[in-house]
């Protein structure tokens, strides 16, 4: 992710995405995180080629039930970091200025836990991953970038871990943001993060 992305990252979307995740839909879950976090020194046990260039239009997480259109995130007039509308029909939202799954990077997407008045977001279970699960990131061009989870963190807001999430990597990775934790008021006091990283690619 360049410089500049990561730095607007990292000042406005969590800060917008939390306000997203606010409003009625249930009571916040506790999670327990996995030990450990994605390390920019770490690498894949066998090289997986990439796929082509593309982006992501769907995402499957079959653990946890999602299977969700992927809309196009950028920034708003005001220079923060666009995020998922809130609507019935809820979708995970992909960064576009972080690369496409599958390319050398952290792929970023985010999504709601709850969606106000219409309830669970998404992202509601996002905390019930384990390492091991599979996510699927279909593309554009038809091509397929398969994940394996390799940690799930779930952290304060104040805490937020922007280098391990946004840093440069030089592999293909991604990270899966949403809200967590406890309610206060219309808010979550932390965020769910999964990190994962490419295990195989289909045509």
């Known amino acids: 992710m360049t410089q500049l992305s990561r730095r607007a990252f990292t000042t406005t979307a969590l800060a917008s995405l939390l306000v997203g995740c606010g409003g009625r839909g249930g009571g916040g879950e506790e ?8 390390r920019r ?7 997986v080629p990439s796929p082509r260039r593309s982006e ?13 259109p992927v809309i196009r995130l950028g920034l708003a007039p005001d220079g923060s970091v666009q995020v998922p509308p809130v609507t019935a029909h809820d979708r ?4 576009e200025h972080s690369p496409t799954p599958g390319q050398t990077g952290p ?13 669970d977001g ?22 397929e970038a398969v994940f394996t989870v390799s940690t ?11 280098d391990d999430v946004y840093g440069d990597v030089d592999r293909p ?4 943001i949403t809200c967590g934790g406890p309610r206060a008021g219309d808010e979550y006091r932390d965020n769910v993060i999964v990190f994962a990283a490419l295990s195989a690619t289909t045509p």
């Open 107 to 119: 792929s970023v997407i985010l999504g709601h836990v709850t969606v106000g008045a219409y309830g």
């Open 56 to 68: 992501p239009v769907a995402l499957r997480i079959p653990a946890i039930g999602v299977d969700t």
């Open 122 to 143: 998404v992202f509601r279970h996002l905390s019930r991953l384990h390492r091991g699960d599979r996510i699927e990131a279909r593309l554009e061009n038809g091509s």
């Open 152 to 162: 799930v963190r779930t952290v304060a807001k104040a805490d937020f871990p922007a």
């Open 173 to 176: 990775e991604l990270r899966l």
């Open 31 to 38: 999670t327990t995180a996995a030990s450990g976090g994605s």
């Open 41 to 47: 020194h770490r690498r894949s046990a066998k090289s």
């Open 92 to 95: 995970a939202g992909w960064y």
